[in-house]
């Protein structure tokens, strides 16, 4: 094993999920990321617990971070996160939403859901308001899935 693997533990795959309503409008978070210079645009999705599925980890990351749940999902691929790691980012879009509250950790306090059309989405993608890359992905992914 690498130190860097000893530092940070094993590598674990992660799951982000496009949440379409029935208009079409993607649930978009926002949160203030000072490392990186401030307000960034991102999906839903997390790091997967010991004993999940990859959507199990999808559900679970869009109930606590959007207080959304879904009964249509749609696998959009899986990729890996980087060269360095063999952990796997799972992409899924969710439709047939049912909208309840957030659940957020003291860590996610300040995460905040809005509603855009997919094309604002997008655009705002190609601006590089999205931190990281999975979530640019996963809405061009979703806007071609339809």
């Given at each position: 094993m690498?130190d860097?693997?000893?530092r940070?533990g094993?590598?674990?795959?992660a799951?982000?999920?496009?949440?379409?309503d029935?208009?079409?409008?993607?649930?978009?978070?926002?949160?203030?990321f000072?490392?990186h210079?401030?307000?960034?645009l991102f999906?839903p999705?997390?790091?997967?617990?010991?004993?999940?599925?990859?959507?199990?980890?999808?559900?679970r990351?869009?109930?606590?971070e959007?207080?959304?749940?879904?009964?249509r999902?749609?696998?959009?691929g899986?990729y890996a996160?980087t060269?360095?790691?063999?952990?796997?980012?799972?992409?899924?879009?969710?439709?047939d939403l049912t909208?309840g509250?957030?659940?957020l950790?003291?860590?996610?306090?300040?995460?905040?859901l809005?509603?855009?059309p997919m094309?604002?989405?997008?655009?705002?993608?190609?601006?590089?308001?999205?931190?990281?890359?999975?979530?640019p992905?996963a809405?061009?992914?979703?806007?071609?899935?339809?």
């Amino acid at each position: 094993m690498s130190d860097e693997v000893h530092r940070r533990g094993p590598a674990r795959d992660a799951a982000v999920v496009v949440a379409r309503d029935d208009q079409g409008l993607v649930a978009i978070l926002t949160a203030d990321f000072p490392r990186h210079g401030g307000e960034y645009l991102f999906l839903p999705g997390g790091r997967r617990e010991d004993g999940e599925t990859p959507q199990e980890c999808a559900r679970r990351e869009l109930l606590e971070e959007a207080g959304i749940t879904a009964r249509r999902w749609q696998p959009l691929g899986t990729y890996a996160i980087t060269l360095e790691s063999t952990a796997r980012i799972h992409l899924y879009q969710a439709r047939d939403l049912t909208l309840g509250p957030q659940q957020l950790t003291p860590t996610e306090e300040d995460f905040k859901l809005s509603w855009w059309p997919m094309a604002d989405a997008i655009v705002a993608a190609a601006e590089g308001r999205f931190l990281l890359p999975a979530g640019p992905l996963a809405l061009l992914l979703a806007d071609r899935a339809g």
